[in-house]
């Protein structure tokens, strides 16, 4: 799972219980695919949704 724009990966860590015990776990970015127009073609990219709201933000201005 990584975002085919931005490189953003899975973040590693730790879920903390009120008594402090550590177990691990995994944070993953929010991956959708969506088109996004390359060079004037579209292309289906793998997107986190940051990217995918920064692609609609720079269309609207555009």
Same mark, same amino acid.
């Given at each position: 799972m990584k975002c085919?724009?931005?490189g953003?990966? #899975?973040t590693y860590g730790h879920n903390?219980?009120?008594s402090k015990r550590?177990?691990?776990r995994v944070w993953m #970015?929010?991956?959708h695919s969506a088109k996004v127009t390359v060079n004037g073609a579209e292309v289906r990219m793998k997107l986190c949704t940051r990217c995918i709201r920064s692609q609609a933000k720079l269309a609207k201005t555009a």
């Open positions: 085919e724009m931005c953003k990966t #899975p903390v219980s009120h550590r177990t691990n #970015p929010n991956i």
